[in-house]
């Protein structure tokens, strides 16, 4: 079957499309992205042929994972977010989180982090410990510590903003600007549910954190409020 599915793919592969891909996520010598391939596939295709394919066992996907062709990752977390939520069994559940987080590192790039971790890691740990999370954000791979920044989504749609905001104080000092912009994004998404508790952050941390952080957690701020948090 899996060979059906790399078939399926290749049928559509856009290479033109694949080159402005490989620019957009910043694939050259140095980059973030470096030595990631695109052939090219737009994610509502990647999605419809993930949904073809969801029966693919964890060993298939696990193929996919370690491919170095970007859609092909993407593919496989479409999958295992699907499996992750139309199953009841929480033992299966707990088996794909574990697949996951065996995987972390070969989750690398911005868009396979942001569609799968708070749908299967952040939603798996919303009555659970969740000390893995601060594991990750000390993390010194980029992609982990933008996963546990971006699994407490799960979190903030249940009104919980404690490890949000916790994770965010972590990654204060971080230098990546992958990382500010997801800490803004987070802080943002607390102050949609609850913007006092995302003002309490500001206003203590305001002032030393990132530009980039700061300017993505007041996107939605009225002018007088963006100026106020502007002016160091």
């Known amino acids: ?28 010598k140095g980059q973030y992205g470096e030595g990631d391939i695109f052939i090219g596939i737009t994610v509502p295709k990647l999605r419809e042929i993930s949904k073809k394919y969801q029966t693919l066992q964890l060993d298939d996907l696990q193929k996919l994972l370690d491919s170095k062709i970007h859609e092909y990752r993407l593919s496989a977390l479409m999958i295992l977010r699907l499996k992750y939520e139309k199953i009841d069994d929480n033992k299966f559940k707990e ?7 065996k995987n972390t590192k070969k989750i690398n790039n911005w868009d396979l982090v942001d569609l799968s971790c708070h749908y299967i890691l952040g939603n798996w740990l919303l009555d659970k410990d969740r000390k893995i999370l601060y594991k990750l ?27 949000t905001l916790k994770i965010s104080e972590i990654h204060l000092s971080d230098k990546h600007d992958l990382i500010h912009k997801a800490v803004g994004w987070a802080l943002r998404e607390v102050g949609k549910k609850d913007k006092k508790t995302e003002t309490d952050f500001l206003n203590k941390h305001y002032k030393t954190m990132p530009r980039t952080m700061l300017r993505y957690a007041i996107e939605k701020f009225s002018d007088n409020e963006r100026k106020h948090f502007l002016a160091k």
Do not use: C, H
């Open 1 to 28: 079957m899996l060979q059906f599915f790399y078939n399926e793919l290749e049928k559509i592969a856009d290479p033109e499309r694949a080159k402005n891909l490989s620019w957009f996520f910043k694939t050259g």
């Open 95 to 101: 088996e794909i989180v574990n697949f996951y987080l």
């Open 137 to 163: 954000a000390k993390s010194k791979n980029l992609w982990e510590k933008r996963i546990a920044i971006i699994s407490t989504f799960a979190f903030i749609r249940e009104n919980q903003f404690e490890d």
